[in-house]
Structures are given as structure tokens and as C-alpha cells.
């Protein structure tokens, strides 16, 4: 089983990125998977969640009303639409999936972690 995490790069403030996240060797069409940030010198931080059937789940204080978690079931592919980036969004994000539908802001809750993508966001 592979998640396989892509569309980081550098931007600068203000400016936007898609990542994607699909997934090899198991469907998670109707489980819950998650973006996850981790920064350098810092703890890994919950993003954004969606499950199957309910709504999305972020990260109030630091990405509520900025980031979007969305998924494609055809393609059995995750989201997550990055706006109005700021410096302190600089990270690796990691997409992680769940055996189960019900989502989590735990990184303990997820069973599967794809290999991280990097976001550059200059001033």
C-alpha cells in the first residue's frame, strides 16, 4: 500500500498550491484520510481531515478558512487546496489514511503515511 503525495513547491506569501495525494495497492474510497504538516524543528501538526459522508475537518487556529481537503472518488485521490499561504505554512505535508470511515486529528488514528511534500513559502 502506497500514498503517494505530490504538488509542493515554493511560493511566495499569498500565493497558492494544490497537493494531491493518491493512492496504490488499496482503495481508500470510503475511509477517512488526513493532511498532516511538519516544519523543521517542530512536531507534526494536524491539517485537514475527510471522512466518508461528512463534512471536512482543519486545523481551526492555524488554516481554517485558508486550506481546502477535498477528494475525487473516481479517482481515489485526496486534496488539499492551499490559499493566501503565509511563511509559516513552510513544511513537509504528509497524506495519511485510515481503515475506517471516521476521521481523526490524531496522527496515531492513521495507519498509512505517504513520503511527504514539500511547501516553500518565501516573504
Known amino acids: 500500500v502506497q500514498l503517494q503525495a505530490s504538488g509542493g513547491g515554493s511560493v511566495q506569501a499569498g500565493g497558492s498550491l494544490r497537493l494531491s495525494c493518491a493512492s496504490s495497492?488499496?482503495?481508500?474510497?470510503?475511509?477517512?484520510m488526513g493532511w498532516f504538516r511538519q516544519a523543521p524543528g517542530k512536531e507534526r501538526e494536524f491539517v485537514a481531515t475527510i471522512g466518508w459522508g461528512g463534512p471536512p475537518t482543519y486545523n481551526e487556529d492555524s488554516v481554517k478558512g485558508r486550506f481546502a481537503i477535498s477528494r475525487d472518488i473516481r479517482k481515489d485521490t485526496v486534496y488539499l487546496q492551499l490559499n493566501s499561504l503565509r511563511p509559516e505554512d513552510t513544511a513537509i505535508y504528509y497524506c495519511?489514511?485510515?481503515?475506517?470511515?471516521?476521521?481523526?486529528?490524531?496522527?496515531?488514528?492513521?495507519?498509512?503515511w505517504g513520503q511527504g511534500t514539500l511547501v516553500t513559502v518565501s516573504s
Open positions: 495497492g488499496r482503495s481508500f474510497r470510503n475511509k477517512a
Open positions: 495519511a489514511g485510515r481503515n475506517f470511515a471516521g476521521i481523526s486529528t490524531s496522527a496515531r488514528a492513521y495507519d498509512y
